[in-house]
Structures are given as C-alpha cells and as structure tokens.
C-alpha cells in the first residue's frame, strides 16, 4: 500500500512539472511575440516623417502676386488661385519678388506628362537672373528636383547610357557657380544630395515637398519623409525660383515661413 501511494506521488508530480513547464514554455513564446510586436512598432514610431502643411502663424501662401517672370513668355505661367499651371515653355524660371535668406516652405506639385522635368531653385542670386536670356536657366541657385520618374526611362533611350548620375525620388545639388556639400548618399560624381529612400508617385499624381533652408543647410521632406540636403551653401541667400523646363507641370499651396 505504501509502495503504490508511493508510486501515485511520483506521478503527480511528474504531471505538475510537465504543467508547469509547458505553461512557462507558452510564456516563452509569448514574450518572444510581444518583444518581437514592440521592437516593430518602436521601428515604425522612429521612421522619420513630418508632413509639413504650413498652415499657423508667420505662415505664407504665394500666389500670382509674389512672383514675376525672369525670362519666360506670358502664357508659360497661368495662376488660378494659389495653383500655378507651367506649358514647361520656354525654358526659365519664375522668380519671387523677395529675396530669402532663412526659411522653411512647402509646396505640392505634379507631372502632367510622363518623364517631365522641372524643380524649385533655392537661394538664386540676382546676378544669375540679371539679363538672363530666353530659353535659359540660372546659372546660379540649389535645385530641389521635380522629377517624373518616366524621365529614366526618357534618358536612357535618348542616350544610350545608364541613368546613374540622378534620380527621381529628390535629388538636392548646386547650380553653375553656386556650391554646397551635398549630404550622403552622392550620386556617382559626388555633386548631388541622393534620396536615402523612393517615396515620390509618379504623374499625374501630386506630390508633397517640405524643405528647410536656414543658415546655409537645406533639407527635403518628399510626401513626409526626410530624403536628401546639404550644407555650407554659397550663397545661401536669394529668390525662389519655378523651373519651367520643356514639360507641363503644376505647382500649388506655396507656402513659406522666415525663419531667423
């Protein structure tokens, strides 16, 4: 009698233990979960984003009143609103009638043909604007390229080479006798500011670009999230710029805020 309640201790305790360790094996895996579900979620909250709209205080929308053509035709440029609408022709730009040194803007813009070419010229010294023939771009200024993503495919079949030296996606980099140290990635030459990541859409979807420009560093938001920049601009003060160059595109809700 002894021996069989002996033998029934024995068996109990066997089954408490396997309980026990299949409940601390199940614990396991859920903590494994968890920690793995955390550790993506924290990788989600810390992708840099910042859709910028300018819309508060010492905000400014630009419309038809704040700008002047540099050396394109009358009807190059046609405003409705706070939207201006480019036939890309002749090649120029659009200027504004202020200079800028410190400032932050926002402007939202879209391709109406596959493969259009076009941009924001950032701190365009007046000497590059003074006489500036037709059909001619600034000599001068840091481009934000406004570039369809069917240009590649354009450039290469034009060409006959590999599309290695610029991208689609916001390429930051200095105009003629402008510079500026454009931060990594670098295109291949090491002139231009290369996107860290693809998040612009190809036409005729609207695009969102953010960009800050203080102190001679500038930096792009494209559709939220932080790509390309660049420091120690010279010079890092003058007009905005609207790129008309061959193709047909939109710009709309300008908006800029001085900085100090």
Same mark, same amino acid.
């Given at each position: 009698? &002894?021996?069989?309640?002996?033998?029934?201790?024995?068996?109990?305790?066997?089954?408490?233990?396997?309980?026990?360790?299949?409940?601390?094996?199940?614990?396991?895996?859920?903590?494994? =979960?968890?920690?793995?579900?955390?550790?993506? =979620?924290?990788?989600?909250?810390?992708?840099?984003?910042?859709? @910028?709209?300018?819309?508060?205080?010492?905000?400014?929308?630009?419309?038809?009143?704040?700008?002047?053509?540099?050396?394109? +035709?009358?009807?190059?440029?046609?405003?409705?609103?706070?939207?201006?609408?480019?036939?890309?022709?002749?090649?120029?730009?659009?200027?504004?009638?202020? &200079?800028? &040194?410190?400032?932050?803007?926002?402007?939202?813009?879209?391709?109406?043909? =596959?493969?259009?070419?076009?941009?924001?010229?950032?701190?365009?010294?007046?000497?590059?604007?003074?006489?500036?023939?037709?059909?001619?771009?600034?000599?001068?200024?840091?481009?934000?390229?406004?570039?369809?993503?069917?240009?590649?495919?354009?450039?290469?079949?034009?060409?006959?080479?590999?599309?290695?030296?610029?991208?689609?996606?916001?390429?930051?980099?200095?105009?003629? &006798?402008?510079? *500026?140290?454009?931060?990594?990635?670098?295109?291949? +030459?090491?002139?231009?500011?290369?996107?860290?990541?693809?998040?612009? *859409?190809?036409?005729?979807?609207?695009?969102?670009?953010?960009?800050?420009? @203080?102190?001679?560093?500038?930096?792009?938001?494209?559709?939220?999230?932080?790509?390309?920049?660049?420091?120690?601009?010279?010079?890092?003060?003058?007009?905005?710029?609207?790129?008309?160059?061959?193709?047909?595109?939109?710009?709309? +809700?300008?908006? @800029?805020?001085?900085?100090?």
């Amino acid at each position: 009698m &002894k021996t069989c309640r002996s033998r029934i201790f024995v068996l109990l305790l066997s089954c408490q233990s396997f309980a026990l360790q299949s409940v601390l094996n199940h614990n396991g895996k859920l903590n494994a =979960q968890e920690s793995s579900a955390t550790k993506s =979620q924290s990788s989600e909250s810390t992708t840099p984003f910042a859709r @910028i709209e300018g819309v508060g205080p010492e905000w400014k929308t630009l419309g038809k009143e704040d700008f002047v053509r540099a050396n394109c +035709d009358e009807e190059t440029w046609v405003w409705d609103g706070s939207l201006v609408h480019s036939t890309g022709n002749p090649i120029g730009v659009l200027r504004s009638k202020e &200079k800028y &040194k410190n400032l932050e803007f926002v402007g939202t813009w879209r391709h109406l043909t =596959q493969g259009g070419n076009s941009g924001f010229f950032l701190w365009t010294p007046q000497e590059a604007l003074d006489g500036l023939a037709r059909n001619k771009l600034p000599g001068a200024g840091i481009e934000v390229q406004v570039l369809d993503h069917g240009y590649t495919e354009k450039y290469e079949k034009s060409s006959g080479k590999k599309a290695t030296w610029f991208t689609t996606h916001g390429d930051i980099f200095p105009v003629g &006798k402008s510079k *500026l140290e454009p931060f990594p990635p670098l295109s291949p +030459d090491g002139s231009r500011s290369f996107p860290r990541a693809n998040h612009s *859409l190809p036409s005729p979807a609207w695009n969102h670009y953010y960009v800050r420009a @203080i102190n001679g560093e500038v930096r792009l938001w494209v559709n939220g999230y932080e790509v390309s920049g660049g420091k120690n601009a010279n010079p890092a003060e003058g007009y905005l710029c609207l790129e008309a160059e061959g193709a047909a595109v939109e710009f709309k +809700d300008i908006r @800029i805020r001085i900085l100090p």
